[in-house]
């Protein structure tokens, strides 16, 4: 013991605890760093570290082996996407895979085997199954109804279109159909428009040969508003065998009898009226002219067909002559 009563400590535990206390912090980690090592060589001395570490040993090579597999298998993989995505074929695989996974819900009974249609007259049930992406593969489980509405919308004559599921097996489709409206030609092309202006189609059938005609840049978009106004005054809607929309603004009337009609851009009602005004009193529509000019409000212009006008010219020459020998004999 000590002078204090204290155990005596032997000095080099002592030492060794002031040491730890003044060892910086690096010396620590290598302490650490050996402790890992010694374990490490350790294990690999053991005999379970012989077997799992042990060169040429049946795990490692098994190892070894999977590790090149699976390198293989993403390389592969890779290149084919790579080959895939470059040479634009990705459309090609995906129908593949959809091909094989319609497959695969047919056989467990979903495929499509009955599709009740309605609604359609101006398109066929094979052109809206067409659209709508259905064939004799298509399964009802894998059918997205969303697309098939969307891509039935893309034809001109379906302004809509319900497709419900109906399963395990049947589809069920309704269509809205837009109707033909007028004939509209432009630059030389006539296509069946509807309402809205829509082009249902970019030729006429026979079918369709009776509607009304309209003519212009812009035409079919604006051929409803005009049409529903030359729908109030059907003696002159008779005779109209096109209405000609001129820059965007105005109409003229090509009646059926060659003649034109001139419609101011501002209140083309009122020509209209005062049109049938002089069919009524003067029976103009009649008359050997060509045109009649209604774009000025307080007249009225005409053009005398070539004969009126030749005939009208001799007869003025003649009048012309016979004044002058009556003031020669004066």
């Given at each position: 013991?000590?002078g204090?009563g ?7 535990r ?12 690096g ?5 650490s760093r050996a402790t ?12 379970a ?6 060169r ?17 298998v ?6 084919l996407?790579?080959g895939v995505?470059r040479g ?13 996974r319609?497959a695969?819900?047919n056989?467990?009974g979903?495929?499509i085997?009955a ?10 049930r ?12 298509t399964?009802l489980?894998?059918?997205d ?11 001109p ?14 589809l069920?489709i309704?269509i809205?159909?837009?109707a033909?409206y007028?004939?509209?030609?432009f630059?030389?092309k ?7 202006g829509?082009?249902?189609e970019?030729y ?6 009776g509607l009304p005609f309209?003519v ?7 051929a409803k508003?005009f049409?529903?106004?030359?729908g ?5 809607k008779?005779e109209v065998?096109?209405?000609?929309l ?6 003229n ?10 419609l ?9 009226q ?12 009649t008359?050997d ?6 774009r000025?409000?307080?007249r009225?212009?005409?053009?005398l ?10 007869a003025q ?10 003031g020669?004999?004066?």
């Amino acid at each position: 013991m000590d002078g204090g009563g204290r155990l005596a400590e032997p000095l080099t535990r002592a030492r060794g605890r002031l040491d730890k206390r003044a060892a910086p912090a690096g010396a620590a980690s290598a302490r650490s760093r050996a402790t890992v090592d010694g374990f490490g060589r350790r294990l690999m001395t053991s005999w379970a570290g012989r077997l799992l570490f042990r060169r040429g040993s049946v795990r490692t090579r098994l190892l070894r082996r999977g590790v090149g597999i699976v390198a293989t298998v993403l390389l592969i993989g890779g290149a084919l996407t790579f080959g895939v995505v470059r040479g634009e074929h990705t459309n090609v695989v995906v129908e593949a895979m959809d091909e094989v996974r319609d497959a695969l819900a047919n056989a467990a009974g979903f495929k499509i085997s009955a599709v009740a249609l309605s609604g359609n007259r101006q398109t066929t049930r094979e052109e809206v199954l067409a659209t709508a992406g259905i064939t004799g593969h298509t399964s009802l489980f894998f059918f997205d109804v969303d697309a098939a509405r969307a891509k039935l919308k893309t034809n001109p004559w379906i302004a809509d279109a319900t497709v419900l599921k109906l399963y395990p097996d049947r589809l069920q489709i309704g269509i809205k159909e837009r109707a033909p409206y007028a004939l509209w030609q432009f630059n030389g092309k006539v296509s069946v428009v509807a309402e809205d202006g829509t082009v249902l189609e970019p030729y006429v059938a026979r079918r369709f040969t009776g509607l009304p005609f309209v003519v212009g840049r812009g035409a079919q978009k604006q051929a409803k508003t005009f049409l529903t106004l030359l729908g109030g005054y059907p003696t002159i809607k008779q005779e109209v065998r096109a209405a000609i929309l001129v820059a965007g603004r105005r109409w003229n009337l090509r009646l059926k009898s060659g003649l034109d009609v001139r419609l101011p851009e501002e209140d083309p009602e009122a020509a209209l009226q005062r049109l049938v005004e002089l069919d009524r009193d003067k029976k103009i529509l009649t008359r050997d002219i060509t045109a009649i000019d209604l774009r000025l409000a307080d007249r009225v212009a005409v053009r005398l067909s070539d004969d009126v006008a030749k005939a009208r010219d001799d007869a003025q020459k003649a009048a012309d002559k016979k004044a002058k020998r009556k003031g020669g004999d004066a």
